[in-house]
């Protein structure tokens, strides 16, 4: 008995440190004037980057996986592109619209995926995933029609991060697995974190170099350092999360967090104000998100079922996690989104995703960006 006890009480820490991590932004040009998100994205991509090393070649916590220049060519970069679009326009949209009102687009999240997954040929178009994704996007609709502050750019900018995310959560899948890798958020980051940043640098370069040169910029060392430390962390607690529980209990964390970032978010950041039109709204996009999820586990159960394909499934099933929130899930997704990773409900079929770090690592970012310029 005490050791179960002690088993659950540690579980649920880590499902604490989770939300509590996933919940947390540092920069806000209400407290901190700093509305450069590619070049605060390939901040957290740098010191990922750094820390993924030393924990892979210094401290050997970890193995790297056999990494050739054909698979490195074929995979790690287009996912790394598709991540590093996904993180620069997910937190570009921080500068236009609301915390709180991102979170709730962040629920389109599974349509996405399953568009993306069926496009590709990854996932069989079904009647009722469709109608989930149908209820989803007619709850994400009300929800902007009830937005006070609607801005078609910070909008675009979003659903835009949304479905690179999605298409990055695919190919990872497609790509990926058929190499027969498997990647855990350590060496997810050791591999795409430097190429995400090679990445982001010509956008940087391009866009926000000439105003860095001209604007004031408040650079305070503690905060980005914290800021990055709690996109490296989310990313691990993911890991120990997931290793603890299952997908079942990700995804209902996920949930859960959604609604506590959209509660704090109304709190710490005042221009984050919720209409009853937005809660209906995102509360008819949830109840899709959650029937979703409900498919998804059903789904891996059943084929669990089957003895010769239970390892595998088990598998994939860790890495399902994600966003529902961002909805990320990505593995995060979770399902997928992870990489995203994490949250709640993911993707489409991303269970199999093994990036599910860097995807929640995709979220952390947006979260923690300069949220919102305007």
């Known amino acids: 008995m005490a050791m179960i006890s002690k088993t659950l ?24 004037n700093f509305p450069f998100p590619i070049t605060l994205t390939m901040i957290h991509m740098a010191f990922s980057g750094i820390v993924s090393f030393f924990l892979v070649r210094v401290f050997k916590v970890v193995s790297p996986v056999k990494m050739t220049f054909e698979i490195y060519a074929t995979c790690v970069i287009p996912i790394s592109a598709f991540f590093a679009a996904s993180l620069w326009f997910g937190n570009t949209a ?66 835009t991060g949304i479905f690179a995310e999605a298409l990055r959560l695919v190919l990872t899948q497609v790509l990926l697995q058929k190499k027969g890798l498997t990647l855990n958020p350590i060496t997810s980051l050791y591999y795409i974190a430097p190429c995400s940043f090679v990445f982001l640098f010509v956008p940087w370069y391009l866009l926000e170099k000439p105003g860095m040169e001209v604007s004031q910029i408040q650079f305070n060392f503690w905060i980005f350092f914290s800021n990055a430390l709690c996109a490296l962390a989310l990313n691990f607690s993911i890991f120990l999360v997931i290793g603890r529980t299952g997908a079942v209990t990700i995804r209902v964390a996920g949930v859960l967090k959604d609604w506590i970032l959209i509660a704090l978010s ?104 300069s949220n919102h310029g305007g």
């Open 9 to 32: 009480v540690f579980t649920y820490i880590y499902l604490l440190i989770y939300i509590i991590l996933s919940s947390g932004w540092v920069l806000s040009p209400k407290y901190f």
């Open 94 to 159: 921080y500068l236009y619209i609301s915390v709180a009102f991102i979170q709730m687009l962040k629920a389109l999240m599974p349509v996405a995926t399953f568009i993306m997954a069926v496009l590709c040929g990854t996932d069989k178009a079904r009647c009722d995933v469709f109608l989930n994704m149908l209820v989803v996007s007619v709850g994400v609709v009300v929800s902007s029609y009830g937005e006070i502050h609607f801005n078609v750019v910070g909008t675009v900018y979003q659903v």
């Open 266 to 369: 109304t709190v710490i950041f005042p221009e984050s104000t919720i209409t009853g039109m937005n809660i209906i709204g995102y509360a008819i996009a949830l109840c899709g998100v959650v029937m979703y999820n409900y498919l998804k586990v059903r789904d891996v159960r059943a084929s669990s079922q089957l003895p010769e394909a239970a390892p595998e499934r088990m598998v994939k099933d860790w890495k399902l996690d994600k966003k529902a929130s961002d909805i990320y899930v990505p593995n995060n997704g979770g399902d997928g989104s992870t990489a995203n990773i994490l949250s709640s409900s993911d993707a489409a079929d991303e269970e199999a995703q093994p990036l599910v770090a860097s995807s929640r690592l995709s979220h952390v970012g947006r979260t923690q960006a």
